[in-house]
């Protein structure tokens, strides 16, 4: 079974950073694309940023520059880091893992879903 667990989520004033982890299990991360995908109340999920296989990083227009991606495949992690946040970062942050080395930005292209965290920025 494939399990991805977020942690790092919180409450953090405007300007500030957190930086979210996820945990895999049952897929490899070296090989298939990750993302890192929030949804914020009454709001569709959206791609903030993805890593594939091959470590090609992508990111949304309204995170870049603040926002990177990365992960540690000796520990099947993969990370968020968060600068300069802002209220409008506010939002239940997911972990997705895609069978396929790249999944782009469309939610469906990921197959596996954590269970999110949240990050609320005042």
């Known amino acids: 079974d494939v399990q991805l667990v977020e942690s790092g989520g919180g409450s953090v004033q405007a300007g500030g950073s957190l930086r979210l982890s996820c945990a895999a299990s049952?897929?490899?991360?070296?090989?298939?694309?990750m993302g890192w995908f929030r949804q914020a109340p009454g709001k569709e999920r959206e791609r903030v940023a993805t890593?594939?296989?091959?470590?090609?990083?992508q990111f949304a227009d309204s995170v870049k520059g603040r926002f990177t991606i990365s992960k540690d495949n000796a520990k099947n992690t993969v990370y968020l880091q968060m600068n300069s946040l802002k209220p409008e970062d506010t939002a239940m942050y997911y972990c997705?893992?895609?069978?396929?080395?790249?999944?782009?930005?469309?939610?469906?292209?990921?197959?596996?879903w954590g269970q999110g965290t949240q990050v609320t920025v005042s």
């Open positions: 997705a893992a895609s069978l396929n080395w790249y999944g782009g930005i469309s939610v469906a292209a990921y197959n596996y």
């Open positions: 890593i594939s296989g091959f470590d090609i990083t």
């Open positions: 049952g897929v490899t991360i070296s090989r298939n694309c």
